[in-house]
């Protein structure tokens, strides 16, 4: 498996193939019809991210050294953006997930500047959430 870097680094060369910020929407959406979501019991407070826009959820997962996560939203977008997490995030330790700066993901990946500053703001909130999880 390739490090968490050069995951990111994967992402940011599929959105580089768009040059208009419409058709890197498109890929998100694209994204967000191929995960599986999560089922109405995991939609609950506890897994709710705060400070996001739309109803949005992760739910955490361990196996061994390794976490996982699945993710769900009723915004396409923001279930595009949040399987990115699932991309990234999943079978990862604990140790590398704390490395990646929130604030920094989305433009590390060429997508902060296409992104509106909620969605941002609340894709931040979300990573947050899972590092604030980590260290309980």
């Known amino acids: 498996m390739a490090d968490i870097n050069a995951t990111m680094e994967s992402i940011r060369d599929e ?3 768009f040059t208009n910020p419409h058709d890197k929407y498109v890929l998100l959406v694209d994204m ?3 995960t599986a979501g ?3 019991e995991h939609r609950i407070d506890d897994n709710k991210i705060l400070g996001c826009t739309s109803q949005s959820w992760i739910v955490k997962e361990k196996s061994g ?3 996982s996560f699945r993710t769900d939203s009723d915004a396409m977008i923001v279930k595009g ?3 990115l997490i699932e991309r990234v995030f999943n079978k990862r330790t604990k140790e590398e997930i704390l490395t990646i700066d929130g604030s920094k993901f989305l433009f590390s990946i060429g997508l ?3 992104i509106s500053s909620q969605r941002t ?3 931040s909130n979300a990573i947050r959430k899972i590092q604030t999880e980590l260290l309980d």
Do not use: I, K, Q, Y
Request: charged share 10%; hydrophobic share 50%; aromatic share 14%.
């Open 15 to 17: 959105f580089s193939l």
């Open 32 to 34: 967000a019809n191929d």
């Open 38 to 40: 999560l089922a109405p």
């Open 65 to 67: 050294d390794t976490f």
């Open 81 to 83: 953006l949040l399987s």
């Open 112 to 114: 902060g500047t296409v």
């Open 121 to 123: 703001n609340g894709f």
